[in-house]
């Protein structure tokens, strides 16, 4: 008699499991949308803006190192694609080969220059675009550029101007250090 009275239960949960999966396929599954990165990389409290996961490898491409030997007198120009140094005449003892690569770390958008231990006076110009910069729901206003010492991720906010005709920021540098796009 017991199995009289199971054989029913076993059917009626048979049917709701088909029901449901019948009503699972009518609604369809959407996987979860897989996380986005966060737009910025915290280090010593200072918010470094990352690159935008889609021009993550132009990024690196397109920022390969940069080298030329500076003059004393003249100055110099050195140019990347997402950064610009510029060296004012007389602002460095000697002429120097100098030295501009990305900052390949945690994808944000930073350079790396050397060589270390060069000083400017007057000061040095950086500029670094924003055109790359992976900037969802920040305010382009906000950004500014930090530095770190070469070995340490010791980063600190140094300033810089945004400007919104060029989306880049610049700053006045006085020595050669790591500096990367972040967010005041």
Known sequence: MTRSLIKPFRRAILALAVLGLVACEDQGFTPAAPEADPPTVTFNGVQLVTVRPEARGLFLADDEVEVDLV????????????????????????????????EDEDDILGFEFGPNGLVFDPAATLIISADKADLDDIDPTRLAIAGASDDVDDWQVIGGIYDPLTNSVTVPILHFSRYALCVR
């Open 71 to 102: 003059d004393v007198s003249e100055g110099a120009t050195l140019t990347a694609e997402d950064a610009q140094l510029i060296v004012q005449p007389n602002s460095i003892p000697e002429a120097t080969t100098i030295r501009m690569e990305v």
